[in-house]
């Protein structure tokens, strides 16, 4: 029972450091249809600049500054809208699959960054010794894990909630109506590409927090963790949960962080061991048919965007 | 040495040409930016595979090397089976999956769901060949000393022969064929050319059998002088973006010339950059052709 009950709350931790990512993917797709292919970039920002401020001081190696946890979440997500901001103005003219392609290539730039440059990111080893902040406050691996979940459900509320306010605030709706049609938004005096960039720069620095989240967790940071898949994951969950829905966001999370650790279990079971390498292929192919699956049959996902009409619209 | 890194630019750059002459039309004429193009190079190098062992166990001559190449008459005639066989997955993908989501979603749609497909294909080849390195033959070859110290496998070679006997043949389909024609018709203006009894339909066949088989030639002649790795297509992802949006969408010319100077920049580099940033060279080439002259090389500014 207790272990049934200790992998519920580590599972429901990585899912819901899954859902802040995918929330943020939600502000830049769902909201104002910005196709950032390069998801994992962001969110390893964020990750390597929480290690490297939170981690202990190592030889050789940048950082170790050992600042608190949530310097180190506010570093992280400066860290990644810093980065958004050079690459949102680099690709500032790029539309849909131009800029999928282009931020696609960011990520595999960062990923290679993160694997050659050692004196930032400790290279292929990664690194180690990340604090997590819960362990000096509870004892035991439950308590601890416990104590971490009710982090993460704070960031993960505060995120929401803010997205919540943002989406329906004035600047919300001028996202939709951009996303909707940039040039009738612009006929009204609005400026689609600098909104662009804000939402940008803001849906990556939520990607960052994830990234900062998930180091603080799991100990350490390596570049293996940050590579394409990750970003496929994570669309996947905002399609299948349903995009300009941050409920949406959040349960695909849950659904497709479900499916993985589900199949893989099932599949550690079933599968004899001499295969058991192929395993980790089994679940990406999963994933994949997920995904094509949803976009055929139920495109706008499990809870899709809630239709709007002005209170203001005469008949 | 810069005549080195020139030889293997251009040989790195005809692997890339070939599959991006797909991946550029795919762009053009069903209007959608296909991020599982590259998985079907390391389908046709696989399904090539499959073919060589079925040839090889005939024995005889189809068994031996062919002169100093490293392959013999069987991995010859495997290549056109895997063009039908990797044409055979597109038109599957094409009829079940994205001719769906272009007929009921936008065009966006289809580019997430290659994203889906390209994850299952890739995987999928893990599951049926595994993960470890694949080679065609293991027969040793000597090096062709060429004038000015550069050194050529015989398999390099014919690798670039290849690709300028397909490049000429998929002229000559351009420019004399009723399809051809038809072909730059539909990526020209595809309501004009249905009003003058284009059957777009069969077009979008064309289009996905040249792309499949020039990435399938492209994945063989990959496999054959380099390695067989499931990851041998998403490894040339962006290269093949790159070279797509230099030569221009929906140019064949483009398309080679595009491969040539992705594959040119990306050897190059070593002489600047560390060898380990070498895979971001196409990104920054993407970069560059987007910000400087957003419709490439050969593409034609839409206004």
């Given amino acids: 029972m207790i272990g049934l009950v200790s992998y519920i709350v580590f599972f429901l931790i990585l899912s819901l450091i899954f859902g802040v990512a995918v929330l943020g993917l939600n502000l830049q797709w769902g909201f104002t249809g910005l196709f950032n292919a390069g998801v994992a970039g962001f969110t390893a920002i964020g990750a390597y600049t929480m290690a490297i401020l939170t981690g202990p001081a190592r030889d050789a190696v940048f950082g170790g500054f050992e600042l608190p946890f949530v310097v180190g979440l506010i570093g992280a997500m400066a860290a990644s809208g810093m980065g958004a901001a050079i690459v949102g103005l680099a690709t500032s003219s790029l539309r849909h699959e131009y800029l999928a392609v282009a931020t696609f290539g960011i990520a595999v730039t960062i990923q290679l960054v993160c694997l050659n440059w050692e004196y930032l990111t400790g290279g292929t080893l990664g690194l180690i010794g990340i604090p997590n902040p819960s362990k000096a406050w509870a004892d035991g691996p439950l308590a601890q894990n416990a104590l971490y979940l009710l982090m993460v459900l704070v960031s993960v509320g505060l995120t929401f909630a803010a997205l919540e306010r943002i989406v329906k605030s004035p600047w919300g709706r001028m996202l939709k109506a951009i996303r909707e049609d940039d040039v009738a938004a612009a006929s009204l005096g609005k400026s689609p590409e600098r909104v662009r960039l804000e939402a940008f720069v803001l849906g990556c620095m939520i990607m960052g927090l994830s990234g900062a989240l998930y180091v603080s967790f799991i100990g350490y940071v390596s570049p293996w963790d940050f590579l394409p898949i990750l970003t496929f994951q994570i669309w996947t969950m905002l399609i299948v949960g349903g995009s300009a829905n941050n409920r949406g966001a959040l349960l695909g999370a849950l659904i497709v962080w479900g499916v993985w650790t589900m199949s893989g279990f099932i599949i550690s079971r079933v599968v004899p061991s001499e295969i058991q390498a192929q395993g980790g292929a089994m679940q990406a192919v999963l994933i994949g048919l997920i995904l094509v699956v949803t976009l055929l049959i139920r495109p706008r996902g499990l809870i899709g965007e809630e239709l709007h009409v002005s209170r203001h619209a005469g008949p | ?303």
């Avoid at chain 2, 991020?35 to 390391?42: D, I, K, M, Q």
């Avoid at chain 2, 990526?187 to 069969?202: I, K, Y």
């Fill in chain 2, 1 to 303: 040495m810069i005549l080195q890194h020139v030889a293997d630019g251009i040989l790195s750059g005809a692997v890339v040409a070939l599959g991006a002459i797909g991946l550029s039309f795919t762009m053009k004429m069903l209007r959608f930016a296909n991020f599982s193009h590259s998985e079907l190079l390391t389908w046709g190098a696989y399904s090539a595979l499959v073919f060589v062992a079925f040839f090889s166990s005939f024995g005889g001559f189809l068994d031996r090397t062919i002169g100093p190449f490293s392959f013999g008459a069987s991995l010859l005639l495997a290549m056109p089976c895997a063009c039908i066989a990797t044409s055979m997955v597109a038109l599957l993908l094409h009829r079940f999956v994205f001719e769906r989501l272009s007929r009921m979603a936008g065009h966006m749609t289809m580019v997430f769901a290659s994203f889906g497909v390209a994850l299952t294909l890739r995987h999928l080849v893990v599951l049926i060949w595994g993960s470890d390195p694949i080679y065609y033959s293991r027969e040793l070859q000597f090096a062709i000393l060429l004038p000015g110290n550069v050194r050529v496998m015989p398999d390099q070679v014919f690798l670039l022969g290849l690709t300028v006997v397909v490049v000429i043949a998929l002229h000559l389909f351009m420019s004399r064929s009723r399809a051809g024609i038809s072909m730059r018709g539909v990526a020209e203006n595809p309501d004009l050319a249905r009003a003058s009894g284009v059957n777009v339909d069969r077009i979008v066949t064309w289009v996905w059998v040249i792309g499949a088989s020039g990435a399938a030639i492209g994945g063989v002649l990959y496999g054959m002088t380099v390695q067989l790795r499931p990851e041998l297509g998403f490894s040339l992802i962006l290269p093949l973006f790159a070279a797509a949006i230099l030569g221009g969408t929906g140019s064949l010319y483009g398309a080679v010339l595009g491969g040539l100077i992705v594959g040119l920049s990306e050897n190059l580099s070593v002489m600047v950059i560390p060898t380990t940033y070498k895979p971001a060279v196409p990104f920054l080439l993407i970069l560059a052709i987007l910000y400087f002259r957003p419709e490439g090389i050969f593409g034609e500014r839409s206004r």
